[in-house]
């Protein structure tokens, strides 16, 4: 069987995809692992009707709606590799099978390096996040600190003062504040600490005190982190597809890649604020903009 479209990743951005091509009358075959980048935390936030929702109910609410297009079928495995043969793009599955499609919706999403500093990983998604947007409200005003090893940590911490002024600011021993931020930052009365860390400390989730690698150390219920993104998968590099020069996929307004046949959405395609509901409407758009092309070739 060749599908219409297959559709690699299934985060927000692919399910959406799958349920719009059901809805369009479309065969299509979702290859989803099961391992969500949102799965490490509790709740997500910023999607109506849906704010709060735990990451594997809305999993299960997004397949129970899906299922109801017949046209849609998951494959539960890993997409190992993708291939354009014949007319039609192969991708082979870690359960060895060939999924042969028309068409290619790439939403893998993005693989996200935290810095290696011990005890981070059992906070994380818990009382330490990365997106500002998603998780600051429960954590206004209290004892945050922000940390970035990378460029752009001033308009971060920035962005987090508005949810709490108690804030401290960290980089973990990189110099990626100039001398003006800093003096911005202290004239705003947050303390800016270039010592490396040595590491977290917390209970059950619950981040207490970061230490330093002095001994010293800082009482904190909560921070933000910038990790290091790269793409989850190679396969838009590897089919030819055109990068954007920031990490992402350049794209149209629909999705639509540089390979004909090839589309991307959420954060596959453009590196930017993650958010279930972003990433949900970019997989909508990348459904109807295969449909759009298919219906052009067949009419």
């Known amino acids: 069987m060749i599908w219409d479209c297959a559709i690699i990743g299934g985060g927000p951005a692919g399910l959406n995809a799958a349920l719009v091509l059901g809805r369009s009358r479309r065969t299509a075959a979702l290859i989803d692992n099961d391992q969500p980048r949102n799965r490490v935390t509790l709740v997500s936030h910023g999607y109506l009707t849906r704010d709060g929702v735990r990451p594997e109910q809305f999993r299960n609410l997004a397949y129970e709606e899906i299922g109801r297009y017949s046209t849609v079928r998951r494959f539960r495995a890993t997409a190992l590799e993708v291939s354009p043969s014949r007319g039609a793009f192969r991708v082979i599955t870690s359960m060895r099978e060939e999924v042969w499609a028309r068409t290619l919706i790439l939403a893998t999403g993005l693989h996200e390096t935290l810095p290696r500093i011990p005890g981070v990983e059992p906070l994380y998604g818990k009382s330490i996040f990365n997106c500002v947007y998603c998780d600051g409200y429960e954590l206004q005003d209290r004892p945050l600190f922000v940390l970035s090893e990378q460029p752009g940590l001033y308009h971060f911490v920035k962005t987090v003062h508005h949810w709490s002024r108690d804030l401290i600011v960290l980089t973990n021993g990189k110099p990626v504040l100039t001398s003006v931020e800093k003096e911005k930052l202290r004239v705003k009365g947050v303390p800016v600490v270039e010592e490396p860390i040595h590491s977290f400390r917390g209970d059950e989730g619950r981040l207490t005190e970061v230490v330093f690698h002095s001994g010293a150390f800082v009482q904190r219920t909560g921070g933000f982190i910038v990790p290091h993104w790269s793409q989850k998968a190679p396969f838009a590099a590897q089919l030819g597809c055109q990068p954007d020069g920031a990490g992402g996929i350049a794209v149209d307004e629909l999705g ?22 972003i990433a949900a409407g970019q997989g909508s758009k990348a459904a109807m903009a295969v449909n759009a092309d298919l219906i052009d070739e067949e009419f």
């Not at 639509?256 to 279930?276: M, N, W």
């Open 256 to 277: 639509r890649t540089s390979v004909k046949g090839v589309y991307a959405a959420g954060d596959t395609a453009r590196f930017g604020p993650s958010q279930l509901i």
